[in-house]
């Protein structure tokens, strides 16, 4: 585990591997990827849909008995598509933070711990992927 300082002193705990060996880095630095096998679309109003293809024996299980989707469909709030729509791969969560706290300004505020605990929920639900960005050391 990685402990990771944000702002405001509040302290996050991340698992990163970086060729075998776990490095320490500030958590705001990494690079968020998106799981490539999501697909994803945003409406007129620029609110973003994520579909989730449910599958497994004990989906389909569910999907026949209970009648459930296929496909499941999760729909982000205006900060939500905001900042998915942010994640290329090449910008640092620090960097998204700040687009977001241009647009949204006080809005979004504590902006580093909501944003932190965006990230930390779209790694644990698969959504995302972390890289450390090289360029910071």
Known sequence: KVKAVV???????WSVKNNNKKRTNNYLEFIPVRN????????DSQM??????????M??????????PKVSQIHLE?????????IDGKHSILEIADKADKKFG????????RIS???????SG????????????
């Open 36 to 43: 490539e096998q999501l697909m994803w679309d945003s409406d």
């Open 117 to 123: 605990s965006y990230f930390s929920m779209l790694e």
């Open 7 to 13: 702002a405001g002193g509040a302290e996050r705990y």
């Open 126 to 137: 698969g959504f995302v992927t972390f890289r450390e960005d090289t360029q910071c050391d």
């Open 106 to 113: 006080e809005e979004l505020h504590p902006l580093y711990e």
């Open 59 to 68: 989906k389909r299980i569910t999907q026949r008995l209970l009648k459930k």
């Open 78 to 86: 205006k900060y939500g598509s905001f900042i998915w729509k942010e």
């Open 48 to 57: 973003v849909t994520i579909y989730i293809e449910n599958k497994g024996i």
